[in-house]
């Protein structure tokens, strides 16, 4: 299954997340993640690919990816953990979007949403985000 085409099981959660450590590492997790970083740099690194995080950078974390992470500038990132019910093949990716605000905003929704418990419009939220992902992705990987 494509990430354009996903079916989402669960948001597990919304969060902001302030890096306060240089290094870590991230495996076996239950959940996919998707977010923007809003501010810092980071080298996420995995088995086959590495990449970095910078400000204004949106990012899908494929649950099947485990990676290590250094930071270069501390920051902050906002992001959506969820599950799906089938697996997705999307690799792991970060890409600069040009519409910031735009991801911010959705991402600030989808935790207005979470926290009151509205499934249909945080699902929408979600999804909507994953339009975000998709376009800037497209557009790098399948020039027309």
């Known amino acids: ?3 354009n085409n996903i079916r989402i099981k ?3 959660s919304v ?3 302030r890096a306060t450590i240089a290094e870590w590492t991230n495996s076996n997790r239950k959940h996919h993640i998707i977010g923007i970083k809003i501010f810092g740099s980071a080298l996420h690194i995995m088995d086959k690919k590495s990449f970095v995080m910078n400000e204004g950078c949106v990012y899908f974390l494929n649950q099947k990816d485990d990676y290590r992470v250094t930071t270069y500038e ?3 990132s906002l992001s959506i953990h969820f599950t799906t019910d089938e697996e997705i093949e999307t690799e792991s990716f970060c890409l600069p979007i040009a ?3 735009e991801a911010i905003s959705l991402l600030n929704k ?3 949403f979470k926290a009151v418990g509205n499934e249909l419009k945080l699902f929408s939220t979600v999804y909507d985000f994953c339009a975000i992902l998709e376009t800037p ?3 790098q990987y399948f020039h027309q």
């Open 1 to 3: 299954m494509e990430l």
């Open 10 to 12: 669960d948001v597990i």
């Open 15 to 17: 969060i902001k997340y």
């Open 74 to 76: 501390f920051g902050e």
């Open 99 to 101: 519409n910031v605000s």
């Open 110 to 112: 989808a935790g207005a």
């Open 137 to 139: 992705r497209t557009k």
